[in-house]
């Protein structure tokens, strides 16, 4: 595996110490690494969720003029 340097500001170089310590991470890199999963981990649950919304779509209908308040009723059929 190859190594390469990157620069970052000091300020985000503390933060990045500050995240190691709560993580009980031994080095920057190994810290950094763990970020990386997380952010990924999270870029991909949100691409599925996106899926969900646009699947659920086909279902959509229009329902006129509304009143967010009553989602519940549009939604459910609740009569009041």
Known sequence: M????????????ERLRRIAKLLNKDSLTETLRYII????RELERQ????????QSLKYAKDVGRTNAEEVDRYLYGVEE
């Open 37 to 40: 999963s997380l952010a990924e």
């Open 47 to 54: 691409r599925g969720d996106v899926k969900s919304v646009i």
């Open 2 to 13: 190859g190594y390469t340097t990157i620069r970052v500001s000091r300020e985000d170089r």
